[in-house]
């Protein structure tokens, strides 16, 4: 069964960095577009960030942009998120996706659509106190 699997969240203050990772097992994610997503309490899941397979494009939400970088190591088969100068507002759970049909993202501001994304992991809760 595929499994995506998300680390590295926590707790940091205000300013601080964090970096996600998310790896698979049964399931290369090299051939796929693959976004990250978090989802703050009581509010809807966003798309984050997202990495092609084509060609490695790299694509951001406006919030975080500047911030956040998303990179591959193919040969470790793990997708990361390096997330920096950390906002109470980036407070959320954290989720990687792959898109089974797609192997580029969409373009700004949309970048990833939740609904065409496949195969989720469990998530990984990032705190980010003031």
């Known amino acids: 069964q595929v499994q995506l699997v998300e680390s590295g969240g926590g707790l940091v203050q205000a300013g601080g960095s964090l970096t996600l990772s998310c790896s698979a097992s049964?399931?290369?994610?090299?051939?796929?577009?693959i976004g990250w997503f978090r989802q703050p309490p009581g509010n809807e899941r966003e798309a984050v960030s997202c990495?092609?397979?084509?060609?490695?494009?790299?694509f951001y939400a406006g919030s975080v942009k500047g911030r956040f970088t998303i990179s591959r190591d193919n040969a470790r088969n793990t997708v990361y998120l390096h997330m920096t100068n950390l906002k109470p507002e980036d407070t959320a759970v954290y989720y990687c996706?792959?898109?089974?049909?797609?192997?580029?993202?969409?373009?700004?501001?949309?970048?990833?659509?939740?609904?065409?994304?496949?195969?989720w992991g469990q998530g990984t809760q990032v705190t980010v106190s003031s």
């Open positions: 996706a792959a898109n089974l049909l797609r192997t580029g993202c969409r373009p700004p501001p949309l970048i990833a659509k939740t609904s065409e994304y496949d195969y």
């Open positions: 990495i092609s397979s084509e060609d490695t494009s790299t």
């Open positions: 049964r399931f290369t994610l090299e051939y796929y577009a």
